[in-house]
């Protein structure tokens, strides 16, 4: 059965920083590329980041362009993400999300077809 | 970045009535070269993460109830729910994967009236 399972939230003060963990299991996670996704309590989805398989590009979103980084581990099967500078409006769950195409689909962009049950990030002082 | 826009923000159907949810992008996010609309919806319920439902606009994914469709091409879109069940109580996301900055819509709360 695949699955996602997402750790490393917590309670964090402003300007701090913290490091989310995806590990993946019942899949060739070295086959997919991988996303991160949050959602502010009571508010819709927002994608956050994407990295390739094999890890040597990376996307971002606006919003949280230089204070992310995401990684991976492929032979640890774990997507990770880097939060730095963190502001109250981080506040959410952040989801790891897999796609339904690998990448030897040929496609360009693919749909989530796993999703983690997500991790908590509360930014207060 | 693409934007999608859905409407209406929420909805009340009653039982076994159709609920329809509408989704206006920004841009075309149709692939001329592979004739495909990069467009997906999904179905969230509390506590849960997004499920998917539907994929290049109307592709059902597998075990998805065929109560629910999903139309339209380059910026308009709509995913139908044809006879609407107590379970799919919810909120509806759509989604573009054309860019590679993804992008959501605001999302569209379905309710029993």
């Known amino acids: 059965e695949e699955q996602l399972l997402e750790s490393g939230g917590g309670l964090v003060k402003p300007g701090g920083s913290l490091r989310l963990s995806c590990e993946a299991s019942g899949f060739s996670f070295s086959n997919y590329g991988m996303s991160w996704a949050r959602q502010a309590p009571g508010k819709g989805l927002e994608w956050v980041s994407s990295?390739?398989?094999?890890?040597?590009?990376?996307y971002y979103a606006d919003s949280v362009k230089g204070r992310v980084t995401t990684s991976r581990d492929n032979s640890k099967n774990t997507l990770y993400l880097e939060i730095i500078s963190l502001r109250a409006e981080d506040t959410a769950v952040y989801y790891c999300?897999?796609?339904?195409?690998?990448?030897?689909?040929?496609?360009?962009?693919?749909?989530?077809?796993?999703w983690g049950q997500g991790t908590m990030i509360t930014v207060s002082s | 970045d693409i934007v999608l826009t859905q409407s209406p923000d929420s909805l009340a159907v009653s039982l076994g009535e159709r609920a329809t949810i509408n989704c206006k992008s920004s841009q075309s996010v149709f692939y001329s070269s592979n004739n495909k609309n990069y467009l997906a919806w999904y179905q969230q319920k509390p506590g849960q993460p997004p499920k998917l439902l539907i994929y290049w606009a109307s592709t059902r994914e597998s075990g998805v109830p065929d109560r629910f469709s999903g139309s339209g091409s380059g910026t308009d879109f709509t995913l139908t729910i044809s006879s609407l069940q107590a379970e799919d109580v919810a909120v509806y996301y759509c989604?573009?994967?054309?860019?590679?900055?993804?992008?959501f819509g605001g999302g569209t709360k379905v309710e029993i009236k």
């Open positions: 999300a897999k796609p339904l195409y690998d990448f030897w689909s040929g496609y360009s962009g693919s749909p989530f077809n796993l």
């Open positions: 989604q573009q994967y054309y860019s590679t900055s993804l992008t």
């Open positions: 990295i390739t398989s094999s890890g040597a590009t990376t």
